[in-house]
């Protein structure tokens, strides 16, 4: 074969395998390529953001039981998501209940290939970007009974309650049931992770009971740098959970992540503030505190609303937050050691209702002639039913789980701390913290 016809055919090869495959015609590769950007993100808000996030406000001897759980959470949870969550979720359920819950002809990814697409990216693409929310809001309510729930009850818990509470609540709101059908605004999920995960937190720390000592004993963050580090990655990682729910790269994406960002630069400040105010000096808890308020809050909002919006929700969250944090939480006595209820779940409140009022277009918002008395009562209704059935499920299945293995670790467990008592590992060597000294696991 001369050379001439070798370098024809051999551009002929290369020109067929440069076409485009006929299966993923409706395939927008920006939309794609900005979602898996986005997945990553929000996958990277549980680990390692909320991990490191939560693992500096524990006690020194309690730092590696609070990366377990984020770890094998993030593990087990998306095993079950592949097994049967997704398809709860988004697969259509039998006759009435397909208004409530989905069905399992999903089940394992059943029938989803490369070729699926769901709008305009893979819909194998869309099951992994869901997967991460589905991973990120059990975690969440590991904040509410650190430091002392077992860990084999921790995974049995999260194990139900994703399939018993999370896919109904997913499925009524993105998977075309209730919800949906009522109309409701959530974006990004202001009900499904946030109230869900939030009322969930405050019946578990209930049940499981206070720390021992609570709220007697002092029992300060031992790592705020950590805390930091941890708030910094979910504040960036926000980004791929609201802008990416989007499920484009496009203006609604971006106006999401501007006023995510607005949000929670105004529920820093107003926290901030309050604390500089009350106590005379402002706290790096109470900054991050509040930055998590914002972002959570505008969550159902942020496709929805603008600037003005995200600056109003943000400064509402903030204060609001801060009350349900400390006010509220002191003067019932539950102990929500992480102030799961007191942020996530009061600010997905507020955000939720207050979608329904700065996405009129005359408030900055896209939704034009919206009427928001009406469009409120949708939120709020909507809000306080999944409310009602999260609190009521939780509260089952956690006294179904209480039936075959303790809740919470013994009292010398607590006393030594759940990494030696829980893992046989300890998070710190004797003489990180005070050379020649006996570490008290304080």
């Known amino acids: 074969m001369s050379g001439a016809v070798k370098a024809l055919t051999g551009g002929a090869a290369l020109a067929l395998l440069a076409l485009p495959r006929p299966a993923s015609a409706a395939v927008d590769s920006g939309d794609t390529a900005w979602i898996l950007v986005a997945t990553a993100l929000v996958l990277f808000m549980t680990l390692p953001g909320l991990a490191l996030f939560y693992g500096g406000l524990v006690r020194s001897k309690n730092v590696l039981s609070v990366l377990m759980q984020c770890l094998v959470l993030a593990s087990m949870l998306s095993v079950l998501w592949l097994v049967a969550g997704y398809s709860l979720s988004f697969s259509s ?18 029938g989803v290939s490369p070729a699926s697409v769901e709008g305009t990216i893979p819909e194998v693409l869309f099951f992994a970007f869901q997967m991460t929310f589905a991973v990120i809001t059990p975690a969440l309510i590991v904040g509410a009974f650190v430091e002392r729930m077992r860990f084999a009850a921790v995974l049995a818990f999260s194990a139900l309650w994703l399939v018993v509470v999370y896919a109904p609540i997913c499925h009524m709101v993105w998977g075309g049931g209730l919800f949906a059908q009522w109309g409701v605004f959530d974006f990004a999920g202001g009900i499904v992770v946030h109230i ?27 790592n705020l740098t950590l805390t930091f580090a941890g708030t910094a990655m979910l504040w960036v990682g926000w980004f791929g ?34 604390e500089w105010i009350r106590h005379g000096k402002p706290s790096l ?14 969550t159902p909002a942020s496709g929805y609303i603008g600037p003005l919006g995200g600056l109003a929700i943000g400064l509402a969250s903030g204060a609001l937050c801060w009350w349900a944090s400390t006010v509220l939480k002191f003067r019932l006595g539950y102990d929500d050691s992480l102030d799961v209820f007191g942020v996530h779940g009061v600010g997905g409140f507020v955000g939720t209702v207050l979608a329904g009022v700065f ?16 469009q409120v009562g949708l939120q709020l209704g909507a809000a306080l039913l999944a409310a009602a059935y999260t609190a009521l499920a939780t ?22 701390g759940l990494d030696l008592a829980e893992h046989d590992e300890a998070g710190y060597t004797l003489g990180d913290f005070m050379p020649g000294v006996r570490a008290s696991g304080e």
Not at 93 to 110: Q, R, S
Not at 359 to 374: K, V, Y
């Open 93 to 110: 359920g039998p006759g009435a209940l397909d208004a409530l819950v989905g069905g399992l002809g999903k089940a394992f990814l059943n």
């Open 196 to 222: 869900t995960a939030g009322v969930a937190a405050l019946v578990t720390c209930i049940v499981v009971g206070t720390r021992s000592g609570y709220p007697r004993v002092a029992m300060p963050p031992h």
């Open 241 to 274: 959970f609201n802008a990416g729910s989007a499920l484009g790269a496009n203006g609604d994406a971006a106006m999401a992540l501007v006023v995510t960002h607005i949000s929670a630069s105004t529920a820093t400040l107003t926290w901030m503030s309050i």
């Open 285 to 298: 808890l109470g900054a991050a505190t509040g930055a998590i308020a914002g972002l959570a809050a505008v």
């Open 359 to 374: 996405a009129a277009s005359a408030l900055g918002g896209n939704q034009a002639g919206l009427a928001i008395g009406p």
């Open 395 to 416: 509260w089952v299945i956690l006294k179904l789980v209480g039936s075959f293995t303790a809740l919470r670790i013994d009292e010398a467990g607590e006393s030594q």
